[in-house]
């Protein structure tokens, strides 16, 4: 055993102490695994959501987990669906990211995402496989924060959260209007409608509607809004053409917009959403282009009594021409008058007030109140003829003078009343027909031809020697008249009355003489036997004198006779009459009364100075009232002198008139003038023809060309008359029968001085004489109305004057009438 | 004798004055500090053996909390997006019917842990207080938690592929959660725990109660 291996050599230590107690640095480990777990559980715990509660109608699709998406982006998940305590709704608790909760507030919206396919696309599909999930919406403003919130069924407009502007479309009806419909500018999409809703009166539709933001400049209150849904055909002188917008707007309906007239000012600058009416054609939106938009229209209602065929739901009011409104339906009402119900038709007009020139800024119940203030005075509604080759009618707003006072109540339900007034309906075919047939019948060659002779007449007169002699001689007749006045007869007329009066004055001194006498020679009887006789040839007298109211008769039916001949027959009649009266006073017997008064005084004459001589003084009383009854008769026969002198007179008077009668001739002329100068054109043309025709007429009959020849005829026979008169007429013959009255009176005074009854009856007759003489006196009178006279005729021959130069310088104005 | 503890007769290497390598198994005396043949420190007693048990499970236990709180496996699928722990997804699986397969998740996931903190605490406790009763099916019970130990991490390995396979993008897509990263720290921590183990302290109670 000597080779025994030793071992190896060992690494032998002693073992220090062993410390039991020592703590292993292994505890390092838990404890740092028990800090990281801590922190992680800290932050998770920190980083935890917040949750919200959420209202829905109902749960579909929401689950636990169920993402909340903002901006497509999630935010929360779903941690518990449960119910209300009611059952009524589900509440839906979401864990929401901590930084985002704080902008949940009341602003904030949420909606359940599904998926969902629609004519302009498909969206939400990425829920198909994914499931729905919640979407919210909300500023970007942290306000209050609110844990509880109701979520919406329907996506919002916007749900997109894109920018732009929304507005508020107002539409007669929402047939075409879809939600989700585009809204179109020069045919692109700009925007998109939301949901059509009934406004609140149920008048209409109002649909809001968003345009994009890049787009929303385009809009302002100017921009006009139209249907371009479906499609229209048009007949035009091209063609006809079809006009569809585009496919979807074709099925779902779309909208398109433009902006003529620059002015308007940009969207959201009022407080409240920009409101616009939705027309339905372009053509309408853009015959709208003057009016504000969001001005609610004014409705009132006609009753009209006639029929309303051809008048339809949109037909045009019109003012003055002017499109103020339209026609918004018509409907049958009933109606109470006089305690019966009547069916009438009632139209409903939509009109807008501010092309009434009421201002915009008026409320609806101020405008209403100054449209009853037009109706007050006296606008009428009524129905005129739109298109006369249609039929179509329109109502039409007219300003009636003095009409009957009527009143518009502004408060009447469901709205005013206008009255109405004459409706302006023609019938086309009758209308275009009378039209023609009146300009058919027209005389135009008639009517130049009248005219042409109507000038050459006129001319023709105006260069008639005779209408130039008709001055000269008016001034003949003045100057004749003039030397009446001034003749020595007339002025004699006072001397040989004086004459008179002093040859009557001896008269009567002598009579008294004569009865003085006779008183004193007492020789009544053989007077009363004279008285006898000179009573008998007092009565002769008598018979010859009563001759004279017969011939006075006669000259006054000579004279009415006169007065109603015509000029020229009256002229020649009293020139007649005249001759008759002068043949008459010169006549044997009227010259013979003197005579015979003579020879009867001369008798009595004799008698008396056999009286005288024989002194029959007994029977002188009786004589003396015979000769009194004589003389009275006398007196009686002297009486009618003053008649014949007032007949005389009346003569004169007459051949006034008769000379008045020439005024008339030219007041004729001159209202001839005037009409043929009044003739309006306008009046019917063959009216016109006809009277141009008439003057021409007159102008060309025989009367009128000798008119001026007939005047110049009867102012020559006016001057004969009065050369007459001057040379042998009344005046002298009166002279004379003044002179046979001086005769007599002298007879008489030589005669029978002592009857002194006589005088006083012959005063009379000279105060009558006087009288007649007076006539003759107020020849002023008769110089003005001869004045007035030739100025008359003087104005008619200028005023033919001034219508033959008028017609000379201007022919068409007899068409025209002008 | 088995039943008892007692091992009448036998003496142990520290009661003859040796030490023997653990590494090669070389039998030194005891004063030798490294194994003159492969250099391994020697210990009569692996030292503070008990104290890194302790450590070691504690942090196992600690990081097994989040591996059941947090989501083990994040899925998103066309949007939707779930996130599943370890229990959460065993109750799916049962939903779905699949028992075998909620199970084995069950059994691996949840029981496996479970039991072996359960005993590793046992044996530490039971060499702390020394036990004399059981000794050989305690160290039974600690060879089986040290074999077991490795299958500990089929979880996460079944995370790791699937993480790894299903990257689909958007269409599906799927990430280990907070979970499995604890889970599989806790798996870890344990098998060290049960690593630091010395067994040869289940048998010191025999000899410290036969002396």
Redesign the interface.
């Known amino acids: 055993m000597t080779d025994t291996p030793s071992p190896?050599?060992?690494?032998?230590?002693?073992?220090g102490p062993r410390k039991r107690s020592?703590?292993?640095w292994?505890?390092l480990?838990?404890i740092?695994?028990?800090g990281v777990?801590l922190s992680?559980?800290w932050s998770?715990y920190q980083d935890r959501g917040i949750l919200i509660e959420i209202e829905f109608e109902n749960g579909s699709g929401i689950s636990k987990?169920t993402?909340l998406k903002y901006r497509d982006i999630?935010v929360g998940l779903v941690e518990k669906v449960s119910f209300a305590d009611n059952l009524e709704v589900v509440l839906v608790h979401v864990r929401v990211d901590k930084d985002i909760a704080p902008y949940l507030d009341d602003d904030a919206i949420f909606w359940v995402v599904r998926p969902d396919v629609t004519l302009r696309g498909v969206s939400g599909l990425?829920t198909v496989?994914?499931?729905a999930y919640i979407a919210g919406k909300w500023d970007t403003e942290a306000d209050v924060d609110q844990r509880e919130f109701i979520g919406l069924e329907d996506p919002p407009l916007l749900a997109t959260n894109d920018a732009g502007s929304e507005i508020v479309l107002r539409a007669p009806t929402g047939a075409s209007l879809a939600q989700g419909a585009p809204i179109l500018h020069k045919g692109l999409q700009v925007g998109f409608l939301d949901e059509p809703v009934l406004d609140p009166n149920g008048n209409g539709v109002i649909v809001s509607a968003f345009i994009e933001e890049q787009y929303a400049r385009l809009v302002t209150t100017n921009t006009r809004f139209w249907d371009t849904s479906g499609f229209s055909v048009s007949v035009g002188a091209s063609g006809l053409a079809l006009n569809v917008d585009s496919i979807a707007s074709l099925i779902e309906g779309g909208i398109a917009f433009d902006t003529v007239v620059s002015g308007g000012e940009p969207l959201g600058q009022g407080p409240r959403v920009d409101t616009f009416d939705l027309f339905d054609s372009e053509q309408a939106a853009r015959e709208s282009l003057f009016e504000s938009p969001d001005r609610n229209t004014m409705t009132v209602g006609i009753l009209f009594d006639e029929t309303v065929n051809g008048l339809r739901q949109g037909s045009a009011v019109k003012y003055q021409g002017v499109n103020v409104g339209e026609v918004s339906a018509i409907n049958a009402i009933v109606v109470e008058e006089n305690g019966n119900n009547r069916v009438r038709l009632r139209t409903t007009l939509g009109l807008s007030p501010s092309r009434l020139g009421i201002s915009d800024d008026t409320t609806d119940e101020d405008a209403m109140q100054i449209f009853a203030s037009f109706v007050a005075q006296g606008m009428r509604a009524r129905l005129v003829t739109g298109n006369i080759l249609t039929g179509a009618l329109e109502v039409e707003l007219v300003d009636v003078e003095n009409a009957d006072l009527m009143f518009l109540d502004p408060l009447r339900e469901p709205f005013p009343i206008i009255p109405t007034t004459e409706s302006l309906v023609s019938d086309v075919s009758a209308t275009a027909e009378g039209v023609l047939d009146r300009i058919n019948n027209l005389p135009i060659e008639e009517l130049m031809q009248g005219a042409v002779d109507l000038m050459a007449s006129i001319e023709a007169l105006a260069t008639d020697g005779d209408l130039k002699a008709a001055p000269l001689e008016l001034r003949t007749i003045l100057a004749d008249i003039s030397t009446i006045i001034a003749s020595d007869g007339i002025q004699g007329a006072p001397d040989t009355l004086q004459t008179s009066l002093e040859g009557i004055q001896e008269v009567v001194a002598e009579i008294a003489t004569i009865v003085a006498s006779a008183t004193e020679a007492d020789l009544v009887g053989t007077l009363s036997d004279t008285l006898n006789t000179a009573n008998d040839t007092v009565a002769t007298i008598g018979t010859a004198s009563e001759a004279l109211p017969d011939i006075i008769a006669e000259l006054q039916a000579l004279a009415s006779k006169a007065n109603a001949l015509e000029v020229e027959a009256l002229l020649a009649q009293t020139n007649q009459t005249l001759a008759n009266i002068d043949a008459i006073l010169v006549d044997e017997t009227t010259t013979a009364i003197p005579a015979t008064v003579t020879a009867a005084l001369d008798e009595i004459r004799g008698l008396v100075t056999d009286v005288r001589e024989g002194g029959a003084v007994e029977n002188l009383t009786a004589a003396l009232e015979d000769t009194s009854t004589a003389a009275q008769a006398i007196s009686e026969s002297v009486e009618t002198l003053p008649e014949l002198a007032a007949r005389a007179t009346n003569l004169v008077a007459q051949l006034e008139a008769a000379t008045a009668n020439l005024p008339q001739i030219t007041a004729q002329i001159e209202q001839l003038t005037i009409k043929a100068n009044s003739v309006e054109i306008d009046d019917l043309v063959a009216q016109a023809t006809q009277t141009l025709d008439t003057i021409d007429g007159i102008l060309l009959t025989e009367g009128a060309n000798e008119l001026p020849a007939a005047l110049t005829g009867a102012l020559d026979e006016l001057n004969v008359f009065l050369a007459t008169v001057r040379e042998g007429g009344a005046v002298e013959n009166v002279n004379a029968a003044l002179a046979a009255a001086a005769q007599a009176a002298t007879s008489i005074d030589t005669a029978a001085r002592g009857l002194p009854g006589l005088s006083t009856e012959t005063s009379r007759l000279v105060n009558t004489i006087n009288a007649v003489a007076g006539a003759y006196g107020e020849q002023s009178r008769f110089s003005n109305d001869t004045a007035a006279t030739l100025r008359d005729i003087q104005a008619a021959a200028d005023a033919v004057t001034s219508l033959a130069r008028t017609i000379q310088r201007n022919p068409s104005s007899l068409l025209t009438g002008r | 004798m088995a039943g008892t503890g007692h091992t009448a007769g036998l003496i142990t290497a520290r009661e003859a004055g040796l030490v023997a390598c653990r590494r090669c198994g070389q039998v030194?005396?005891q004063?030798?500090?490294?194994c003159?043949r492969c250099h391994a420190t020697l210990h009569s007693r692996a030292p503070?053996s008990l104290?890194?048990v302790w450590?070691?499970l504690?942090?196992g236990?600690?990081?097994f909390?989040?591996a059941n709180?947090?989501p083990m496996l994040i899925t998103d699928q066309?949007?939707?997006?779930?996130e599943s722990t370890i229990l959460g997804g065993v109750v799916d699986l049962m939903h779905h019917h699949a028992y075998g397969i909620a199970t084995i998740v069950f059994v691996a996931s949840i029981i496996i842990p479970v039991g072996k903190f359960m005993a590793i605490a046992y044996l530490a406790i039971s060499v702390q207080r020394k036990w004399v009763l059981n000794m050989h099916q305690r160290h039974k019970l600690f060879d089986a938690v040290e074999f077991i130990g490795r299958w500990s991490m089929i979880d996460v390995f079944v995370v790791a592929i699937l993480s790894a396979l299903v990257q689909l993008d958007s269409l599906a897509s799927i990430n280990p959660g907070?979970a499995a990263i604890?889970f599989a720290?806790s798996v870890v921590?344990t098998m060290l725990s049960a690593q630091?183990f010395d067994p040869r302290l289940i048998w010191d109670a025999d000899r410290a109660d036969a002396t």
């Open positions: 190896a050599q060992l690494d032998v230590r002693e073992a020592r703590i292993s292994i505890w480990v838990p740092a695994a028990l777990i992680v559980a998770t987990e993402p999630t990425d496989l994914s499931g | 030194q005396e004063d030798v500090v490294s003159p503070d104290q890194k450590a070691w504690v942090a236990l600690v990081m909390i989040p709180v947090y066309l949007g939707s997006h779930s907070i604890s720290l921590f630091s």
